[in-house]
């Protein structure tokens, strides 16, 4: 067990030193606070382990540079938005060719046909359509879902995350339905648009679909916006099989589960979506998403669609399916998250959890490291969870914010949210023999 008063010990040591060793960025938030709200550009930006965000100079590849001018390797990558490692050659010459021929027109350009049959090649479903973020994209792939069943609720799991989109910040609180805890101004209670499950309980998804009322489960094939939580042999599959049976929609959010290989998990594990969503890294980070369907979902959601009405339907979007979007993608799909990119991006996950897993049996400590792909994760619980639950039971919000800023002070950046490492195609074994060393003198010290 962690021995607290260690514990705060530490923090308070790790949390003078940042200060101390990031004078620009202090100085930069300061002068923020007169004209962003919070002294950032965005709110979750206020969520790093320091006193204050650092201010990023310069980002390539794996690797970063604050205003201080100190260097950082990156496992956070945006938080998924730059799993292609940042500014790619290739992606930057595009984008940079795009730039000087027109950015948005709200008319197509060829590469938009190179994206849909490259999307159609990974992740064999036939027809696509674009958004700017994810968000967006689950926002209408429940529109359809719920335009073509005629259904008025979506199902997810306990604790997912799929964007901010008002549906999904439902929760459980003793086995009803209410809004997540922080949810900022609910337009209803979720309880009214919203079933929840725990993931891997298939009785949990029957009980819940056997109203008849749900018009798709919008789900992560793996969970990990609550760190990482694998589905159990057959899981999918039984679970598919009942979604199609209780005539609800399958929308897989591929997102983040990307990283388990070039067609997401859907390939990986042979699943059957009727609507896919990817977004975040598909541009390199160029904002951009997309969301692609069956031949059946098409044919009835086209019945749905009048020409006079079709702008005016809440799907679609000024900005989306822009010139500038659609040239990153290309260059992304084409030559940055390619199978052999994988192919070096996995092992180093392997790397990550190996060398971390030998650390934490080495010091005796009850945690236990998931693997999704070229993604990691520790949990502080000895075995892995089986769903979101068990998971946030886990959390300790302390525990976690030392050991990010005890990285962050050496010199590695995890994301802010849990304790998720990823990999890009620039990311080396050096990389993360260094997190591992870091990960290491940390728990040393904390069992000292
Ligand atoms: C699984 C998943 N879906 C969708 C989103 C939303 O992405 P965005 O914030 O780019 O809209 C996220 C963001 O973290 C996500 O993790």
Redesign the pocket.
């Known amino acids: 067990m962690i021995d607290r008063k260690r514990l705060h010990k530490l923090s308070r040591r790790e949390k003078q030193r940042f200060v101390a060793e990031h004078p620009k960025s202090a100085a930069m938030y300061n002068t923020a606070q007169s004209s962003l709200l919070g002294g950032v550009p965005m709110n979750w930006m206020k969520k790093w382990a320091g006193a204050f965000p650092i201010f990023v100079q310069r980002a390539k590849g794996a690797h970063f540079a604050d205003v201080d001018g100190r260097e950082y390797v990156d496992l956070c990558l945006g ?3 730059a799993m292609t490692g940042h500014s790619p050659d290739v992606v930057v010459e595009a984008i940079a060719r795009r730039v000087r021929e027109g950015i948005t027109l709200m008319l197509p350009t060829e590469d938009s046909l190179w994206v849909g049959t490259e999307l159609q090649r990974r992740f064999g479903l036939p027809y696509w359509q674009f958004t700017l ?6 926002r209408f792939a429940i529109r359809i879902a719920r335009a073509i069943t005629g259904r008025p609720k979506i199902l997810v799991f306990h604790y ?6 008002d549906e999904s910040f439902a929760s459980l609180h003793e086995g009803v339905v209410g809004p997540r805890r922080g949810n900022i101004g609910p337009a209803v209670n979720p309880a009214e648009t919203t079933r929840v499950v725990e993931f891997n309980d298939l009785e949990a998804l029957q009980q819940a679909l056997k109203h008849n009322d749900v018009a798709c489960v919008l789900a ?1 094939p793996a969970m ?2 609550v760190g990482i939580i694998l589905p159990e042999d057959d899981y999918w599959a039984a679970a598919q099989q009942l979604i199609k049976r209780h005539g609800a929609l399958f929308i897989a ?5 990307i990283c388990a290989g070039p067609g997401g998990c859907s390939r990986e594990w042979r699943l059957a979506p009727d609507v896919l ?1 990817f ?2 890294p598909i541009g390199s980070g160029i ?1 951009g ?1 997309t969301y692609g369907c069956t031949e059946v979902v098409a044919q009835r959601i086209s019945e749905h669609i009048q020409l006079e009405d079709c702008d005016v339907g809440g799907i679609g979007g000024t900005l989306a399916g822009n010139a500038l979007s659609l040239a990153a993608m290309r260059a992304t799909l084409e030559h940055v998250l390619t199978a052999p990119a994988y192919e070096k991006m996995i092992p180093l996950a392997t790397r990550f959890a190996d060398g971390v897993s030998a650390e934490i049996r080495k010091h005796s400590l009850p945690w236990s490291v998931a693997q999704l792909g070229c993604r990691a994760e520790y949990t502080f619980t000895p075995r892995s969870p089986r769903n979101g639950g068990e998971s946030a039971a886990a959390a300790d919000f302390e525990l976690e914010r030392f050991l990010h800023l005890y990285a962050l002070n050496r010199g590695v950046l995890l994301t802010p949210f849990h304790n998720m490492a990823l990999m890009c195609p620039a990311t080396t074994a050096a990389d993360i023999d260094l997190h591992t060393r870091i990960f290491a003198e940390a728990a040393a010290e904390l069992t000292a």
């Open positions: 938080d998924t938005g973020t994810a968000t967006d994209a689950n997912c995350y799929h964007g901010t989109v992560e990990t916006n959010d591929e997102t983040h589960t969503v977004g975040k904002p998403a």
